[in-house]
């Protein structure tokens, strides 16, 4: 960790050497180690320290952009005078205001000693438990366990200094049958809270379940997707159309639609940085507060997320916290996804269930249409069939094709418990229930 | 340079490591990127670090860092050597790397013009000339043109006595134009899906690449999308042009050859593969005309460079020979795992292992993965074909876990009656099962119509890498597949 002394300093410094009329500086500290395991062996077994500087010049309306990774001085100011070329360089952008002023900034406990002090030791110890039950019932289990401390300075000569320092522990394990596979996945910030055993099981139980699946065709059934599926269908919606810079392009869903009706009456999403029980990250890549945001309300399309550059082109508005790192061409980003629970458990929504399928979680999904919402995908690692409120037999993995808005305005039943999934690669994570729905489209099938 | 490498590998042998190497990597990048006639992205970024991997009692470790200096060198590799012992709890048996590679040797990607060299003037003049000609078409929303250019040094020393040191330098530009109208939005690209197309390759490579020439085309085409007839759903012949047909290539051949993906490595993020030991010299993969290789030696691939990140050299390899399956990506550790159930598999790597950056291992990638050219003129292939749909650029991918299940969405389709190109399509789909689609391949273009496309975005590992694959590919014709998935 370089600390948030070491981070102010080399901001200051960085802010000394820029002759811009604006200038902004992120700095970016990560120390990750992730313990990676297959075939009951750990395999790949990897540390990472890094310390990235980006700085933005602002010269009038000229934007640029420079990043370097060494923090002596001459590399500092290498990236400056780099920053200062290319925004002399650039045309004016018309729609670029200024960067912002400092806001009024909280701080979110998000720092954990045990996760930054996870030894190698006790990750290989971690994955070598799950390997271990994976073994004694006759399967092979593939996973990881990482932790990471993740750092982040934003600083402009506008007066924003914003401090941040996290830390997220991730477990993650496909277990695997000649013919059958079972997942599990846990994130949380502190990893003496993450019980690699546990985690284990839910995946062995899965893959022992899961043996000799069957065929089904596809068509249209009741599913019951449990928290990881129901997240990947929330992430994409973020990421198609929860951007203010989506709906100024006229590609967004949510265009035309604000106060409108657009999925079911159960469905409320808001995008929150500062709640516990998600992500924590109290400020954006621009060092503005982040603000909660409701963003699809008992089905209505409420709001969207903006960055000082899309809320410049709108009259009235103002950044909601949710920039990127400049440049941007993505537009703000809502990181930190919820969508409100319901009332049942998981089994109660088995038990009430006539026919559908179980799905534990979707693979490779993509959108085929931005505005429809509709995505593509597999199901993946424990797909079951319903029959009369029971698990009856496995089955071979289903390709659907289905409007996200239109599958949420069949959800009947929202499970009451909350889980947090870290996206695979980024650093945010979701937070939802798990969710029954009727009429959901599968439209292929696979060999497994 | 050889001060540092040498103390790390040095340090780790001393330390009880059977096996070090380390890479030292600078990588420089400059994108900028235009919309709607303002310069929206200009950026120059730099990083640097090095990464020491070992193995100590028969297992393996890595550790890396932004810090180059004999201190951290130090700390870092004697980190690296207690990851692997701590490995070493959970191992099934010792690392075996086969035979020794040691190269000493430079490598570096032939150019006529540095991309780093030219003005930003000129970068930039490129652009908006593109963007002009898109945004002169009524009904256009959003026109988007981009330019990268990468630079990447690394240096790569081991206890086996390798010494390589590689200059890859990439160059990369594209256009996106975007019509709306309500409630649907159509997108065309030039020259490939995604933003960009991309290569080894220096300023010269923007030259190919006419795009303010093709703005306006795909302006057009994007505006006239908006009005155009959903692709019906049905089963027909299909043909795929280049772009479409390498990512068909990436998805469906490219990953399911990767070794590790085969024996499990992979399995717990990407998967694993359909294209299981048994399956090696046995499978008809494809029909008789369908021929696929593996190299890192083809000129402007973005697969292609002197060595590969475990130092061994750049090579080429037959996947499918005639429709039959008979190669695989390999490493050094998963070559000797396939010669322990086929004795007759090649004692060495094949050298696909890739690191993305300094802060990451070296696992299997795809290089240049191609499908080889045929004899067809396009005209004449879709002149021979009585009806059908011709589908252009990727819009939306997707692929089961084991590779076999796939379904694609396009930008742009026309229907084809009677061996003529009629309506234009929009929202066109396909799915398919790889081999049974591969099977009904019954024509490829040829050599007038093959250009190795780049894949800048490709997806795997954990932590994550990206990496650049190139994919030789010409319009090619496949019967007998479900489109119009979308309803």
């Known amino acids: 960790m370089l600390g948030k002394d070491k981070m102010q300093a080399v901001a200051e410094k960085v802010l000394g050497f820029s002759e811009a009329d604006q200038t902004e500086v992120l700095i970016f500290g990560k120390d990750e180690q992730l313990t990676r395991f297959a075939v009951n062996t750990i395999h790949q077994n990897v540390s990472e320290t890094n310390a990235t500087v980006r700085v933005r010049c602002v010269f009038g309306k000229k934007n640029g952009v420079a990043s370097g990774n060494d923090l002596g001085d001459e590399a500092l100011r290498k990236v400056v005078e780099s920053a200062q070329t290319v925004a002399r360089f650039q045309e004016d952008n018309p729609d670029f205001g200024s960067l912002p002023g400092p806001g009024k900034l909280e701080t979110s406990p998000a720092f954990f000693e045990s996760t930054a002090a996870c030894a190698p030791q006790t990750r290989a110890r971690g994955a070598a438990a799950i390997c271990s039950l994976s073994r004694e019932n006759g399967l092979e289990a593939a996973g990881a366990f990482s932790t990471a401390v993740d750092e982040l300075m934003a600083v402009n000569s506008l007066g924003v200094s914003a401090y941040h320092c996290g830390t997220i522990a991730h477990i993650v394990t496909v277990i695997m049958g000649p013919d059958s596979s079972g997942y599990a996945q846990a994130d949380n910030m502190d990893v003496t809270a993450l019980d690699p055993e546990t985690i284990g099981r839910v995946a062995v139980d899965k893959a022992l379940k899961s043996k000799n699946p069957t065929d089904l065709e596809p068509g249209e059934y009741t599913v019951i997707l449990e928290e990881n599926a129901v997240a990947d269908m929330v992430d994409t919606l973020g990421y198609l159309g929860f951007s203010a810079l989506a709906v100024q392009e006229g590609r967004s869903f949510m265009n035309d639609r604000f106060g409108q009706k657009i999925t079911g009456d159960r469905i409320t999403i808001w995008d929150d940085g500062h709640d516990p029980r998600g992500m924590m990250l109290p400020f954006d890549y621009e060092g503005v507060p982040k603000q909660k945001v409701m963003l699809i309300e008992k089905g209505v399309a409420t709001g969207v997320v903006y960055d000082s550059f899309t809320a410049g082109r709108e009259k009235g508005k103002t950044s909601t916290g949710h920039s990127l790192p400049a440049p941007n061409s993505w537009g703000p980003y809502p990181m930190n996804l919820f969508m409100a629970p319901g009332e049942a458990t998981k089994e109660e929504m088995l038990a009430a269930t006539e026919k559908g399928i179980w799905v534990t979680r979707f693979h490779y999904t993509n959108p085929v249409h931005p505005i429809k919402t509709v995505l593509t995908g597999m199901t993946r690692d424990g797909t079951f069939l319903i029959e009369n409120g029971r698990i009856t037999r496995p089955l071979k993995n289903l390709r659907f094709t289905q409007s996200i808005l239109e599958a949420l305005s069949s959800a009947d039943m929202l499970g009451r418990d909350l889980k947090l999934i870290k996206a695979d690669w980024e650093n945010f994570a979701t937070c939802v229930p798990a969710a029954r729905i009727r009429n959901f489209r599968f439209t292929g099938t696979t060999e497994f | ?487």
């Open chain 2, 1 to 487: 340079m050889k001060e540092l490498t040498d103390r790390a590998l040095n340090l780790a042998q001393t330390k009880g490591a059977s096996y070090a190497d380390i890479r030292v990597v600078e990588r420089q990048r400059q994108d900028i990127s235009v919309k709607n006639g303002a310069v929206q992205e200009m950026s120059l970024d730099s990083a640097m670090g090095f990464g020491v991997r070992v193995i100590a009692d028969g297992a393996w470790g890595f550790a890396s860092s932004h810090r180059l200096s004999p201190k951290e060198v130090d700390r870092v590799t004697d980190l690296a050597v207690q990851i692997a012992r701590a490995s070493a709890l959970a191992k099934t048996g010792d690392v075996d790397l086969g035979p020794p590679e040691a190269h000493q040797d430079t490598y570096r990607t032939p150019v006529e013009i540095d991309p780093f060299t030219v003005p930003l003037n000129d970068k930039v003049s490129l652009l908006l000339e593109a963007d002009r000609e898109a945004r002169a078409v009524k009904g256009v929303k959003v026109a988007e043109s981009s330019l990268v250019c990468i630079r990447e040094n690394k240096t790569l020393a081991s206890t086996e006595g390798s010494f390589i040191e590689q200059e890859i330098i990439e160059t990369g530009l594209g256009l996106v134009v975007r019509a709306v109208a309500q409630g649907e939005m159509q997108q065309r690209s030039y020259p490939n899906s995604f933003g960009r197309h991309q290569g080894t390759a220096g300023w010269e490579f923007t030259r190919k690449w006419d795009l303010a020439g093709n703005a306006r085309r795909i302006a057009e085409e994007a505006v006239a999308l908006l009005k155009a007839p959903q692709c019906p759903p049905g089963v027909t012949t299909l043909i795929l042009d280049g772009p479409q047909l390498a990512l068909q290539v990436h998805e469906s051949c490219g990953h399911p050859i990767e070794l590790d993906r085969v024996f499990g490595t992979e399995a717990a993020y990407a998967g694993t593969s359909f294209l299981t030991p048994d399956k090696y010299n046995s499978l008809r993969y494809g029909s008789q005309i369908v021929n696929l290789t593996a190299d890192a030696v083809t000129p402007t691939g973005l697969g292609t460079f002197g060595y590969d990140d475990e130092g061994v050299p750049a090579q080429k390899t037959d996947i499918v020979r005639e429709g039959l399956f008979v190669g695989y990506l390999t490493s050094r550790e998963t070559a000797q795992q396939l010669r322990r159930i086929h004795a007759d598999a090649p004692q060495r790597s094949n050298g696909s292992m890739r690191a993305d950056g300094w802060n990451r291992i070296p696992i299997i990638r795809m290089t240049n993965v191609s499908l080889q050219p045929g004899d067809w003129n396009l005209d004449d292939l879709i002149a021979d074909t009585d009806d059908g749909v011709y589908m252009l650029t990727n819009k939306s991918w997707s692929i089961d876990d084991k590779r076999l299940n796939f379904q694609f969405g396009t930008e742009l389709a026309y229907e084809i009656k009677k061996g003529k190109l009629g309506r234009m399509l929009k929202n066109a789909t396909y799915t398919g099962i790889t081999p049974k689609f591969w099977g009904g391949c019954d024509a490829i273009c040829n050599r007038d119509h093959w250009n190795v496309w780049g894949t800048a975005n490709c997806g795997k590992g954990q932590p994550g890498q990206v990496a650049h694959t190139g994919h030789g590919a010409a319009p090619a014709r496949f019967r007998n597949v479900q489109v119009g998935v979308m309803k």
